[in-house]
């Protein structure tokens, strides 16, 4: 049986598939031990042995984002300790005089350098002596126990080009006990300082993630025989928890890539790709925090990106393309030494939670939507969870500072926080020339579809796309994504060679066959080369196919005259990487399709009850998700109610059931 | 000087909403940062490639820059200069593309080659816009490898290139292309980067003709009157905060690098906050002088434009809008206005920084609390050429070292970080040894080099070069004698400062030799010799706490 289990600030969705059809459970999480709530949900479902886990894990998020991660002690060649702090040398922001100093994971105390050289040329110039290496082993173990470190990162110059060295040194501090990072593993490619700032990043996650998922997965197999746990990488593919340990690195975005996968199955679904093109902008709304992404190319969903910033910290191994901002469902808001309105990065969780929730002390999203009517505390996960709103508006009243009303702060609240989400959008698509007009708006998580309507206004998007069970799609696409593992080598042969990579090819993927089998997978192969024209400093992706391999030549020329606005046949062209990526398709699954029939949701309608929108609270009808019918279709104001969320409707939207049971949006502009 | 205007077309469109024109903003800027990224992929030159020392614009079919990509400050303003250079030289067909670095004909110094297409929508005669890319080449001939040098006269800095077509109708012209090569050390580099900067031309022509065609004429018309607008606007709102009156500020470069005399900068910034407006005079600076550090006005120019950008939020569009309130007053033959045929490699690189510092300083005395201290104020260029053991192939090397940024009011500097003019990266060093027979021994912090203060100016940085075969290293920094100002009580940052360290003994750690730098000097090294930059902290702000 195979189960997706991803893990939220607030909440752990489970999904699964039963007799053809998926499931959803939904349940608290526990953020001190979030395996805790996947045992509890795998209990819940009553899942047995052979189980396959999947899961979609927010530690190396959060880690990041509330910069708790482990104590790191960087080991670099000797001369270069600052390099990691330096870093490109270049400002982030060109024309603020008062940006704020760039972030560095590794204190000042706990940088070391190592006698030692290797050439350009990978040729080592110096290797450091066994006095140097146990004098190094001292220095990081006389580190003051405030400083202590927790994990090693070593990085030194060319070690993509020739690894002995980090080996050697990291078999000098294995004594030490710490999880060790290395760059050649990590990310063995040129430009030392992106390379040593992603490989410090994994030794910063390690020990959390290593003891976490090490825990998770003796846990799943001793209540379920033969049960092992696989992990979503923020690349989009799913690898085993023994992997993930090793490289946490790669799962930064793990959850979120679950929510990318899964909104772009859901618009290829819906037919949102007649012409073969996704044009989707996803807003995945959680507890703690927002991710927005757009895809506009063809349906492999968006693109993925080298060249990420991940808190501040840059990290080059390739992940999806994802912004995310601080804002959820509970977001704290409070009021700044300005007395100007704030709400987030801090958000309560799980626990306390919001008020609402019975324990929370401080005004969160979830407990502003309550307020203005836009929650139903009957429905609330199917009524399981009691949400106060008394208590919320009590407290809420005693903390909106200057503002006339509990309501007036709670409008407040949803109005920074939907600003927050608005500009997100806008990088990620008017800042890359992207018209929002032209998009569809998928949104989801608990919370997306609560503000879907007015962000999409804002942005003058026309549809929005509420998916079948949007508080569990980033589930969704872990449970439906491919067994996924990258592999390259590095080369840097001459154009001409092109034809003597075949055994090359061969070699590595009778590595990842192997590797694959072990893991009971059948993968299927697919090569590529990184090309360049000679002394470039960036490549191009190309195919690879064995029975015509010039064709990748003249695939590169065309690229680059493409890409680039130019390319000359005669110049020589250079290999660089030899990429094969295995994947290994989940099993197919299609949703059950009916013929939508017109109808006005009549059987759905439950009640009636007052809508906070825009400037005033209004009549408004609710509806029942699960009673309502393809064909549907209800006008705002109005509510649709369901397990895992609600959809907010303004006065002239209008919401449509689709043949799958999404929600299709009709926004209309504004009335002044 | 004053140059032909084109009277921009008329157009009656409605007023474009505020969210067509935030769409549209953004949809140029990345239209400028998409040909900045083709440059930087294709270019062969590690300066181009990972330092990404170039900077692409958008103008309209007036020459009105309406974006720039977040590329060097110091192209701000110089860049429309060379389009409207351009603009006049040549009478642009479609599939042109112009090249162009003379400094007194829309260029800056002679390293810096500029690219400027015309965009013809179809059927059109004349341009509707122009797409542009400039680009630091790390050698264009002349006296000194790296074209760097201590100069007495253009002629010695390198090839001149006035506004000439490189392709005309499509077609590469060979023969302009081969006489530039022809002039530099490094043509195969050179021509691969050329190609770069065409390619990128061709990758921002692409994206305007698809804008053009969703937007349709008219309504792109309008948007990009309201575009320069609204920049217009942004600036006038924050000149009406300004108090009234006039302050002035002057500093020094420490020297030309011909005589060991310092040449005065001055300013005189008059606000006017009723009618939103400023004048910049720089009467009082000194006379062009024999060495290098002469700037053209465009830089000038780049420098007030860079001042009134920084008043603005980080997001604000910088376009021409933004100089419209501005009234800049130079003398020409001045060391802000030069005329041919001085020399001005560092005018671009060490002036502009000057001229920064003195804006600032008195802009400081009418608002406080919104200014930083001094900077590094330099941009420690160093260039090295010679001739590649491992090829037998000439090479040139340039890079720009950062230093401290000043303390700011409520914050201290940043160390080790480019301001300012310039925001070049780093050359990995992964990338310089791969390229270039050099062995970098030590990168890092140099402490204590920031001014101390209530808070504390950001360090300098520590660089050391091994060479590994004999070459000619150049020179070309400041703040060696006057040192970057506090301010509100906070002290100086420390001074910058060069040395070489030849082995004497080979094999011994002690039998070293060191010998100072001038801070702009040329020197024949040799093979195993060392050379060690410091680059200066930034000023601190506020008294020290004691």
Redesign the interface.
């Known amino acids: 049986m195979r189960v997706a289990i991803d893990t939220g600030g607030t909440f752990t969705d489970c999904v699964y598939l039963a007799g053809g059809e998926l499931r959803v459970l939904k349940i608290f999480s526990t953020p001190a031990d979030p395996s805790l709530a996947v045992i509890h949900a795998l209990a819940r479902i009553e899942a047995g042995s052979e189980l396959q886990v999947r899961h979609g894990t927010t530690v190396g998020t959060n880690t990041m984002l509330e910069r708790k991660g482990a104590r790191v002690a960087f080991v670099t060649t000797a001369?270069?300790?600052?390099?990691i702090?330096?870093g490109?040398?270049?400002?982030s922001?060109?024309?603020?005089?008062?940006?704020?100093?760039?972030v560095c994971l590794v204190p000042l105390e706990l940088r070391f350098g190592v006698p030692e050289?290797v050439?350009?040329e990978g040729e080592i110039l110096r290797l450091p002596t066994e006095e140097e290496l146990a004098a190094l082993a001292d220095q990081i173990r006389a580190a003051p126990p405030e400083v202590s470190p927790e994990a090693i990162a070593i990085s030194l110059?060319?070690s993509?080009a020739n690894p002995e060295t980090e080996r050697r040194v990291e078999a000098a501090l294995r004594p030490l006990g710490l999880p060790i990072s290395t760059s050649h593993r990590i990310l063995p490619e040129?430009?030392?300082?992106e390379r040593a700032s992603t490989t410090v990043v994994n030794a910063y996650l390690a020990p959390g993630m290593g003891s976490y998922l090490s825990h998770l997965e003796q846990r799943v197999s001793q209540q379920h025989r033969g049960g092992r746990v696989e992990v979503m990488q923020s690349s989009g593919g799913i690898i085993p928890a023994r992997l993930a340990a090793l490289e946490p690195v790669r799962t930064i975005l793990s959850g979120p890539a679950g929510g990318v996968i899964g909104a772009c199955q859901v618009a290829r679904w819906a037919g949102f790709d007649r012409i073969g093109f996704e044009r989707i902008i996803g807003i995945d709304m959680g507890g703690t925090s927002t991710d927005v992404f757009l895809a506009a190319s063809a349906s492999g969903g968006p693109q993925r990106t080298g060249e990420s910033i991940v808190a501040g910290v840059p990290v080059s191994v390739p992940m999806l393309d994802i912004h995310t901002i601080g804002a959820g469902g509970g977001s704290i808001a409070r009021f700044d030494a300005g007395n100007m309105l704030r709400v987030g990065p801090e958000s309560a969780g799980a626990d306390p939670g919001p008020i609402c929730f019975g324990r929370g002390r401080r005004p969160t999203v979830t407990d502003a939507n309550l307020l203005l009517g836009r929650l139903d505390p009957d429905t609330f996960l199917g009524g399981s969870v009691h949400l106060d709103r008394h208590r919320a508006e009590r407290v809420m009243r005693e903390g909106k500072g200057p503002l006339p009303t509990a309501e007036d702060f709670a409008a407040g609240i949803l109005r920074v926080v939907e600003t927050n989400m608005e500009k997100a959008i806008?990088i990620i698509s008017?800042?890359?020339?992207h018209?929002?007009r032209q998009f569809t708006l998928v949104a989801f998580g608990g919370g997306g579809p609560l503000h879907a309507c007015s962000l999409a206004r804002a942005?003058?998007i026309p549809t929005v796309l509420v998916p079948a069970m949007p508080g569990a799609l980033s589930a969704v696409g872990i449970l439906l994504a491919d067994a996924v593992r990258d592999y390259s080598r590095t080369v840097m042969l001459p154009g001409e060679n092109i034809d003597q990579l075949e055994s090359i090819f061969f070699d590595l993927e009778l590595h990842t066959v192997e590797e694959f089998s072990a893991e009971g997978l059948e993968g299927i192969a697919d090569r590529s080369l990184d090309l360049r024209?000679r002394?470039?400093?960036?490549e191009l992706n190309i195919p690879y196919d064995p029975r015509s391999p010039k064709h990748s030549i003249e695939a590169f020329h065309h690229l680059?005259q493409q890409?680039?606005?130019?390319s000359?046949p005669r110049?020589p062209v250079e290999i660089v990487n030899l990429r094969l990526r295995m994947s290994s398709p989940a099993e197919p699954y299609s949703p059950p399709f009916s013929q939508p029939e017109p109808g006005d949701a009549a059987s759905a309608f439950y009640s009636e009850r007052d809508i906070f929108f825009e400037r005033e609270f209004m009549a408004s009808r609710l509806y029942r998700r699960d009673k309502l019918v393809p064909g549907d279709t209800i006008h705002g104001p109005a509510m649709i109610t369901e397990y895992t969320s609600a959809t907010v409707l303004p006065p002239g939207c209008s919401a449509r059931v689709d043949g799958y049971g999404n929600l299709i949006l009709t926004i209309a502009e504004e009335t002044a | 000087m004053t140059s032909p205007k084109i009277d921009p077309p008329k157009v009656d469109a409605p007023k474009p909403d505020p969210?067509d024109l935030?769409?549209f903003q953004?949809?140029v800027?990345?239209?400028a940062e998409?040909m900045g990224a083709?440059l930087?992929?294709?270019?062969?030159s590690?300066n181009i490639?990972?330092r990404?020392d170039y900077s692409c614009a958008i103008f309209d079919s007036a020459a009105r820059v309406i974006a720039m990509g977040?590329h060097m400050?110091v192209h701000l303003g110089s860049m429309p200069m060379s389009v409207q250079a351009a603009v006049n030289a040549i009478d642009f067909a479609p599939g042109d593309i112009a090249i162009l670095n003379d400094p007194y004909a829309g260029g800056t110094h002679l390293p810096d080659i500029t690219m400027v297409l015309p965009v013809f929508l179809s059927g059109a005669d004349r341009p509707a816009f122009y797409v542009s890319n400039r680009a630091h080449h790390a050698d264009v001939g002349g006296a000194f490898p790296g074209s760097m040098g201590p100069a007495r006269e253009i002629y010695q800095e390198g090839i001149r290139i006035p506004p000439v077509r490189i392709v005309r109708s499509g077609q590469l012209d060979r023969d302009i292309l081969d006489l530039i090569l022809l002039n530099v050390r490094t043509p195969q580099?050179r021509e691969?980067d050329l190609?770069?900067q065409?390619?990128?031309?061709?990758?921002g022509?692409?994206?305007m003709l698809e804008l053009a065609a969703?937007y349709g004429n008219q309504k792109m018309h309008a948007l990009i009157d309201e575009i320069l607008n609204y920049s217009e606007r942004l600036v006038r709102a924050e000149l009406r905060k300004m108090p009234a009156g006039s302050f002035t500020a002057e500093d020094w470069m420490d020297d030309d690098g011909v005589t060991d005399t310092p040449h005065k900068i001055a300013v005189e910034l008059q606000f006017n906050p009723e009618g939103a407006s400023l004048r910049v005079d720089f009467t009082g600076s000194s006379p062009q002088v024999a060495g290098s550090i002469n700037a053209v006005r465009a830089i000038t120019l780049s420098a007030c434009f860079?001042m009134l950008?920084?008043l603005?939020a980080?997001d604000a569009p910088?376009t021409a809008g933004i100089l419209r309130p501005l009234t800049l007053h130079t003398t020409p033959g001045t060391i802000v206005d030069a005329l041919p045929p001085a020399p001005v490699a560092g005018g671009n690189v060490e002036t502009s920084q000057r001229i920064v510092d003195v804006l600032l300083c008195a802009l400081a005395q009418a608002v406080p609390e919104?200014?930083?201290a001094a900077s590094a104020g330099t941009m420690s260029n160093l260039t090295i050429g010679g001739i590649d053991p491992r090829t037998g192939t000439p090479f040139t090397y340039y890079e720009t070292?950062?230093g401290g940024?000043g303390a700011?009011p409520?914050?201290?500097g940043?160390?080790?970080?480019?301001?300012h003019m310039t925001?070049?990266?780093?050359t990995?060093?992964?990338?310089l040894?791969?390229?270039y027979p050099l062995?970098?021994?030590?990168?890092?912090?140099r402490r204590g080099s920031g001014g101390a203060g209530q808070f504390r100016g950001g360090d300098g940085?520590i660089r050391?070069i091994e060479l590994l075969a004999d070459a000619q290293v150049t020179l070309l920094a400041e703040r060696r004698k006057f040192r970057p100002y506090g301010l509100e009580g906070g002290e100086e940052g420390g001074a910058g400062r060069a040395w070489t360290i030849t082995s004497r003994r080979p094999a011994t750690s002690d039998g070293t030799e060191e010998a100072e730098l001038p801070g702009k000097c040329t020197r024949m090294l040799s093979k195993g010799e060392i050379l060690h930059l410091e680059t200066p902290g930034g000023g601190g702000w506020g008294r020290p706490l004691t």
């Open positions: 001369g270069f300790e600052d390099t702090a330096i490109r040398q270049a400002r922001r060109l024309y603020d005089w008062f940006a704020p100093a760039p050289r050439s350009a110059l060319f993509f040129f430009r030392e300082y806008r008017v800042e890359r020339g018209d929002p942005l003058r024209y002394r470039q400093g960036y680059h890409r680039y606005g130019f000359d110049r | 969210i935030a769409v953004s949809a800027h990345s239209i998409e083709a930087r992929r294709t270019a062969l590690p490639k990972e990404r977040d400050p580099e691969g190609e770069s065409i390619g990128a031309c061709r990758v022509e692409q994206r969703r860079y950008r920084c603005l980080e910088a919104r200014v930083p070292t950062a940024m700011r409520s914050l201290d940043i160390s080790g970080v480019q301001t925001n070049s990266l780093n990995p060093i992964e990338a040894e791969y390229a062995r970098l021994r030590r990168y890092g912090y940085l050391e």
